[in-house]
């Protein structure tokens, strides 16, 4: 029985990489003891390197990328599931060092595999994806720090993108006020509808001053841009406030005296990471997603595809054009 998939080939002689929907069959497929029928994957900006020219953060070809996906367990030698449980999984490089979602049979370790929250159906799941994730537990750690409805608004950087989407939308479910950055004035009327009270033009952010310090604006932050932006925001943070920082898959330098805010204002940066984080810690934060995300400002955010659409969309990410989700429906 063959399925398809999208692979990534290298040519030896060139060291180009070309990507193209492929017939595979289960012996094709890696190591695991779960296999899954996948129904839905997205793209990530991760993805868009794996599948773009060079593909920098893949070490073996040919390859399947997709570094999230959601389906129906086909079979598994692990006692946690058994057949026809829905599951979704983000991270543990998946796409990267191992085969990923954009293929309809993906084989896997249990370990990495989630069960699908109540609330949740796969589609929703991957309008969600690694993106969704990292937004709530960027959140989640805010909370921890002691963030809380305030006077003054959570600022999200790279508002329009995955993360920054999902973050606007539940944080204004949970009665944050929103301060939105984009730098594309098409996107303004989308972030208001996601909940953003005010739009910050980016611009405003990407400005190096000499300034150790600003005016106190934000009693929090996610940050999915980092950079100079992000050198430039952690001045204008509150006393005790925090800042979730995502980043960018390039490591974009960050600019300006950052020692001032730690020890003036102490200002915290928590790292988010959300490619290996704790069994316990993912399940909370998917049931989290499951109860905190409005479902109508979730459709908002998507945008379909299939495999077919993938070699574009790859290219469309890494230029910044992607608005929202892309969900992938791999059997469409």
């Known amino acids: 029985m063959t399925f398809n998939a999208l692979v990534v080939s290298k040519d030896e002689e060139s060291g180009k990489t070309s990507a193209a929907v492929t017939q595979l069959s289960e012996s094709d497929l890696p190591d695991g003891d779960v296999t899954v029928a996948v129904e839905y994957s997205t793209v990530n900006y991760k993805d868009g390197l794996c599948i773009g020219p060079g593909g920098g953060l893949v070490r073996k070809y040919p390859h399947v990328p997709g570094i999230d996906f959601a389906g129906t ?24 060092a191992h085969w990923g979602g954009y293929s309809q049979k993906a084989r896997v370790k249990a370990d990495w595999l989630v069960p699908l929250p109540d609330g949740l159906d796969t589609r929703q799941a991957m309008a969600v ?57 098409e996107t303004e009327d989308y972030l208001k509808d996601l909940g953003a009270t005010q739009i910050v033009p980016r611009d405003e952010l990407t400005e ?61 940066l928590l790292g988010i990471d959300s490619v290996m984080q704790p069994y316990e810690r993912r399940v909370e934060a998917w049931k989290r997603i499951a109860s905190d995300l409005p479902m109508e400002k979730l459709e908002a955010m998507v945008q379909p595809a299939t495999l077919s659409d993938l070699p574009e969309l790859g290219q469309d990410i890494l230029k910044g054009k992607v608005k929202g989700r892309v969900v992938v429906d791999v059997n469409g």
């Open 208 to 268: 190096v001053t000499r300034k150790p310090l600003e005016a106190e604006k934000w009693s929090g932050c996610v940050d999915a841009v980092a950079g100079v932006m992000l050198g430039r925001v952690l001045k204008q943070m509150k006393y005790g406030s925090s800042v979730a920082a995502i980043g960018l898959a390039g490591g974009a330098p960050i600019e300006g005296a950052l020692i001032t805010p730690f020890i003036l204002r102490g200002v915290n």
């Open 73 to 96: 367990i086909e079979s598994s030698d692990d006692a946690r599931y058994k057949a026809g449980d829905k599951v979704v999984l983000t991270g543990w490089r998946v796409g990267e």
């Open 129 to 185: 994806g690694t993106a969704g994730l990292t937004a709530m537990l960027a959140i989640m750690a805010l909370e921890d720090a002691g963030l809380v409805p305030d006077a003054d608004p959570v600022l999200v950087t790279g508002a329009a993108g995955g993360v920054g989407s999902v973050a606007v939308a539940v944080l204004s479910q949970l009665g944050y006020k929103v301060a939105a950055v984009t730098g594309r004035p």
